[in-house]
């Protein structure tokens, strides 16, 4: 289920982020582990995490994720490991909140970009979800919350 689409402005938002490239099939083995990684460097650090862990998309395939794995932060992360300094952007977006279970995330794209299709939004290369709530705040998939955000060309 998706909420009303909006478009919004967005503003640039320091982050802590660890760059991937794996295979779709490889996903949902690297993400996990790679939040443990991201949460442990900023832990290390004394630095606490604002909001949930998103997924910043940079390329899309249909083979392979290329993509950010991150959290906000207010104090800079220092480089570590695979932890960098990374940044959400501050861009027009458009936006809405999937519900639901992360197996509907592929549909939950397909109906946004419709959408944007519909009313004639120009769509950006790239695009970002926001994990809000998950597997790690509740046991139930149909309450997870994953807030979609496509960059607009226009």
């Known amino acids: 289920m998706l909420s ?3 478009i919004i402005q967005t503003t ?13 099939s490889k996903m949902m083995k690297v993400f996990g582990p790679a939040v443990a990684e991201l949460m442990k460097t900023l832990a290390d650090q004394g630095i606490e995490p604002v909001g949930a862990v998103f997924a910043h998309h940079l390329k899309m395939s249909s083979e392979t994720f290329d ?13 570590a490991g695979r932890v960098k300094p990374g940044q959400l952007p501050a861009t027009k977006v458009a936006r809405t ?5 992360y197996e509907g995330l592929f549909g939950a794209w397909a109906e946004f970009n419709t959408w944007m299709k519909a009313n004639g939004h120009v769509q950006g290369s790239s695009l970002w979800e926001v994990y809000s709530v998950g597997p790690h705040s509740s046991p139930d998939p149909t ?8 960059p607009l060309a226009n």
Do not use: C, M, S
């Open 4 to 6: 009303a689409p909006e």
């Open 143 to 150: 309450t997870w919350r994953t807030e979609l955000n496509r």
């Open 67 to 79: 993509f950010e794995l991150g959290v906000k932060v207010l104090t800079p992360v220092k480089a």
């Open 12 to 24: 640039a938002q320091d982050a802590a982020v660890i760059h991937l490239t794996v295979p779709r």
């Open 97 to 101: 909140v999937y519900t639901g279970p």
